[in-house]
């Protein structure tokens, strides 16, 4: 089992920056990689970005490219996601997934992020 504790959401104007943090622990040896996945209300939750955990490959969806980075820090088993230039567009509940094989498995329980226009 791996157990993940998101942080750092909040309320910001668009335009602005928020990085949020997900902490893994539990059997974080087994993790092949780490995301960040979004929902917003009444849409499907939607994949944000991603970063392989040995390598530090990373992914990002076109929404976000170039406004988002994904990054981690193997060390404290952490994985941030800095999100600048935020859109209202943005705004949804952020979960940060951890993959052991070819999906994500585990699941934190969500931090919202709220950006006004």
């Known amino acids: 089992q791996v157990q993940l504790v998101e942080s750092g959401g909040g309320l910001v104007q668009a335009g602005g920056s928020l990085r949020l943090s997900c902490a893994a622990s539990?059997?974080?040896?087994?993790?092949?990689?780490m995301g960040w996945f979004r929902q917003a209300p009444g849409k499907e939750r939607e994949f944000v970005a991603g970063?392989?955990?040995?390598?530090?490959?990373?992914g990002y969806s076109d929404s976000v490219k170039g406004r988002f980075t994904i990054s981690r820090d193997s060390a404290k088993n952490t994985v941030h996601l800095q999100m600048n230039s935020l859109k209202p567009e943005d705004t949804a509940v952020y979960y940060c997934?951890?993959?052991?094989?070819?999906?994500?498995?585990?699941w934190g329980q969500g931090t919202r992020v709220t950006v006004s226009s």
């Open positions: 997934g951890a993959g052991i094989g070819s999906s994500y498995t585990y």
């Open positions: 970063i392989s955990w040995s390598a530090g490959n990373t």
């Open positions: 539990g059997r974080t040896f087994s993790m092949l990689a």
